[in-house]
Structure formats: C-alpha cells, structure tokens
C-alpha cells in the first residue's frame, strides 16, 4: 500500500523549476517520494504558492508561465481545506514555534489527518 504524506509547496515547486540553476540532491523526504505512488496532500494554498514560484521565475516566458499553472492545478496534490481546527491549531504552533503561518498550516494539516 502507498504511503501518504503532506507535501510542501517548494517540494511541488522544485517539479515546475525550469532554470534556476543545478537542483542539489533533494531533501530526504522528496528522494522518499521518487517513483513511489505515494498520495500526496497539501493545504488549498499550495496552488498558490507554486503558482507564484512560477511568477517569479523570471526564465520562464508568459506563456509557458501560464500553461505550467494550468499543469500544476492539474497534478497538483490532494488539496484539503483546513478546518477550523486545524487553522487554529496552525495558529498554535505558529507562535508557540515561531513559525509563519503559512508552514504552520502544512504541519497541522499533516497531524489532523494522521500523516507525516
């Protein structure tokens, strides 16, 4: 059975990098993602987030731009809307570990639903 994890944007990101120079090996997590069918989840903003990683990339023409945010809604992760507990406990965590918000919401997304 596959395993499932949250995943980051600048994990997702990293899939639409087109170049921004060498890509170091990886994090553990992702080199654990690779060819393993795993179910991948995110918070709703991870479209977001690519998206604009994808703005920013100033090697990447409009139009091609625009065809990898279409890509990206469509491969994208699972994406999940935080409930209001997983937002406030977000918020917990955010301050009680100086987070922002923003990765804040990556880990509790990934305890309410019981993965890593």
Excluded: C
Excluded at 40 to 45: D, G, Q, T, V
Aim: glycine content about 6%; cysteine-free.
């Amino acid at each position: 059975m596959a395993e499932s994890f949250v995943v980051d944007a600048s994990v997702v990101a990293k899939w639409f990098d087109m170049g921004r120079g060498k890509r170091q090996g990886g994090h553990a997590h992702e080199r654990r993602l690779d060819g393993r069918g795993a179910e991948l989840f995110a918070p709703s903003l991870l479209l977001f987030e690519v998206s604009n990683s994808i703005w920013k990339n100033q090697n990447i023409e409009t139009r091609t731009a625009i065809s990898l945010t279409r890509l990206a809604a469509r491969i994208a992760p699972k994406r999940v809307n935080p409930s209001q507990e997983t937002a406030e406990q977000a918020m917990r965590l955010a301050r009680g570990k100086k987070l922002t918000f923003y990765d804040a919401v990556y880990r509790a997304l990934s305890k309410s639903l019981s993965l890593r």
